[in-house]
Structure formats: C-alpha cells, structure tokens
C-alpha cells in the first residue's frame, strides 16, 4: 500500500514532474527557499510555545521572540535561497518576528481551550476497501470547555486566500476525517481553524458528513491519477522559481 499525504498530491497538481522527481525517484537536492524556512521555524517556535503551556509553564512575548530567533540561528544554513531579490534574509527575519509578537497578543494568556495534541500524526482511510492511505502531522489539536475538538494549523504564505478558496480547501477536511476517526472523536463536533499568521487573521469553519465524503471522493480521483500516469509532464509557471529542481535538474515545461 502506497502511502500519500497532502502535500504530496499538491506537489503533483502543481506540476507532475516535480512529483516524480521528489517522490517517485527520490532525488534529494539541498536546497531550501526563505519562505520554507520562515514558515518551519514560526512553526517550531509555536510548537515548542504550546508544549510549555502545555506543561503548565507559560512564557512571556520577550521570551518566545527570542527562541524563535534562536531557532533562526541554529537551522540556518548556506542552502537557503530568496526568490524575491529586492528583500534580504533579515527581512524575511523580521517577518517572522512580527507574526509572533502578533500571535501571542492576540491568544494570550493561552487559556481558552485544553491542549490534547501537538504535531501529531495522523492516518486517514479514503476509500471503503482501505486501499489507500493517508498520513499528516496536525499542528494542534485542542479540546474547548464544552467537550468539542478544534483542529489548528498555521499557515505562513504571503497570500492571504478567499472565503471560497478556504471552503475549498482539502487538508483539513482530510484532518477531520483523521482525528475524527483515528483518535476516536466521531460523536465530537469538529472545528477546523486556519491560522494565516502573516496576516493575524483566522478563517473557521465546519464540515459535514456529506462535505467530508466529496472530499474523500475528491483524493481518490487523484491518487487514481497519480497512479495511472505514465508521463509526468513539468508544468512551467510562477512556482518553477521556488522549486529546488529548477534550473538544474529541470528547465521548465
């Protein structure tokens, strides 16, 4: 049994070829974009945030500044590029410090709901003959004072989507239907929250049963084609230039 993920088959409606060579040949190249690398450590910096709240330790803005700039420093490396030459690496830095700062004013004292989980792995059964599987890594999931779940994730692009691109959306119905019937939470009422930290705005929404199945029917339909693709055709386009095969192992469509 082939195992995909999300970020899987986005990699492969992206562009085919990439797929292929990140998943299928499994070339690994040493590259990193800034906006990988920002995203990465704002989420470990609110990882480790909640682990000490979930510890019962609570730090101050100062000191969450500070490991986010910590981890900065430690994972940087000479591998990461910027796309957008008019900005420098400070820049992107200073970013990142911004949407901390942001955060933690807006959800503090961090004590509206209870912490039951942090990065954890789920997998999620799209089809009735278990033939495919999914796995992913939720950022959050927390437990409010009336017994319901809300699963989190944090997003760190620079473009902030539409309403209707956020009902669109397939990750975290996908997590939904994991939490929902991995860790055992089918007779919870779910609450799927995104939060788009570049922006300090937060889009919530519900699904139901019948929204959940049109998403599984939905992963299907590309899994199927992802496994009866014989040509994986490179897709040239905007997202060529943060893509770490671009301009050595592949030219473009």
Same mark, same amino acid.
């Given at each position: 049994m082939n195992i995909y993920s999300y970020s899987k088959l986005n990699t492969f409606k992206n562009c085919p070829y990439q797929y292929k060579l990140r998943y299928i040949d499994? !070339? /690994? *190249?040493?590259?990193?974009?800034?906006?990988?690398?920002?995203?990465?450590?704002?989420?470990?910096?609110?990882e480790y945030l909640y682990k000490d709240i979930k510890e019962g330790k609570r730090r101050d803005?100062?000191?969450?500044?500070?490991?986010?700039?910590?981890?900065?420093?430690?994972?940087?490396?000479?591998?990461i590029f910027i796309v957008k030459k008019d900005y420098n690496f400070n820049h992107y830095r200073e970013i990142g410090e911004k949407c901390i700062k942001r955060y933690?004013?807006?959800?503090?004292?961090?004590?509206?709901?209870?912490?039951?989980?942090?990065?954890?792995?789920?997998? !999620? /059964? *799209?089809d009735s003959s278990n033939k495919y599987l999914l796995s992913g890594v939720v950022d959050r999931i927390d437990e409010t004072p009336e017994g319901n779940i809300e699963i989190h994730d944090y997003k760190t692009?620079?473009?902030?989507?539409t309403q209707k691109e956020i009902e669109e959306e397939e990750q975290l119905s996908l997590y939904h239907i994991g939490v929902r019937d991995a860790l055992g939470y089918s007779n919870k009422r779910i609450t799927l929250v995104w939060h788009y930290l570049m922006?300090?705005?937060?889009?919530i929404l519900h699904k139901s049963d019948e929204e959940l199945n049109e998403t599984k029917n939905k992963i299907v339909k590309i899994i199927e084609e992802i496994e009866n693709t014989k040509e994986f055709i490179a897709i040239k386009g905007p997202l060529c230039n943060y893509c770490e095969y671009y301009g050595e192992i592949c030219k473009g469509g």
């Open positions: 499994l !070339i /690994k *190249v040493e590259k990193e974009t800034i906006e990988r690398f920002l995203g990465s450590t704002i989420h470990l910096t609110l803005v100062e000191s969450v500044v500070n490991l986010y700039h910590w981890l900065w420093d430690k994972n940087f490396n000479d591998k933690y004013s807006k959800h503090f004292p961090f004590n509206k709901n209870k912490i039951i989980g942090l990065e954890e792995k789920i997998y !999620i /059964k *799209v692009g620079m473009r902030l989507p922006f300090g705005q937060e889009f």
